[in-house]
């Protein structure tokens, strides 16, 4: 990719970015940060592309003094009453994000769910659901469309500056 093709593509897509943000819903937003600030213990869970920019929110969490964990680490411990599971799940259906939710509900626990899908089945277990309406694989609802290839312009990005003016 040459520089002039490079430059001739950024304002695209810092134009579907802000799109995005514009059209979060706030109220959703501040459930979300009331329900971390909340919860003594964090699980966050992700697949994929999702999943790596997931575990950077886990290292952000824990640098605000949180207990957080990342659902696949080897020693995460088990989920319970109490206890908050954040689950970032594009189209809101990944069968094995579905399943961890569906334990940490029947452990006591409760769901939040980042997705492009309010209306799917991991949103239908959640206490807060934050609607990024960012076009991912499989479709979304009322989603904003991307030149990006592959859902990137879902794949949540939380930067320590987003983060510290939230919470």
């Known amino acids: 990719m040459s520089t002039w093709q490079f430059q001739e593509l950024t304002s695209p897509v810092l134009e579907e970015l802000r799109e995005v943000f514009n ?4 109220g959703e ?10 919860t003594k ?3 966050v869970v992700g697949v994929g592309r999702e999943g790596l920019s997931s575990r ?10 949180k207990t957080v964990h ?8 088990s989920i319970g009453r109490g206890n908050l599971l954040i689950a970032n799940c594009e189209n809101g259906n990944i069968a094995t ?15 939040a769910t980042i997705t492009a899908n309010p209306e799917g089945k991991i949103a239908k277990l959640s206490e807060v659901v934050v ?9 979304g609802i009322d989603v904003i469309s991307s030149i990006q ?18 919470l």
């Open 23 to 26: 059209r979060i819903d706030k």
């Open 70 to 77: 990342w659902i696949w680490d080897d020693t995460t411990p």
């Open 149 to 166: 290839p592959m859902g990137c312009l879902f794949e949540p990005k939380f930067d320590r500056k987003t983060l510290f003016s939230v």
């Open 97 to 111: 994000v579905y399943h961890v939710a569906q334990k940490a509900k029947q452990a006591g626990g409760s769901v």
């Open 41 to 43: 213990r964090i699980f």
């Open 131 to 139: 609607h990024l309406p960012a076009e991912v694989w499989e479709g």
């Open 29 to 38: 937003i501040e459930s979300f940060v009331k329900l971390i600030m909340k």
């Open 56 to 65: 950077t929110f886990v290292m952000r969490l824990m640098h605000l003094g």
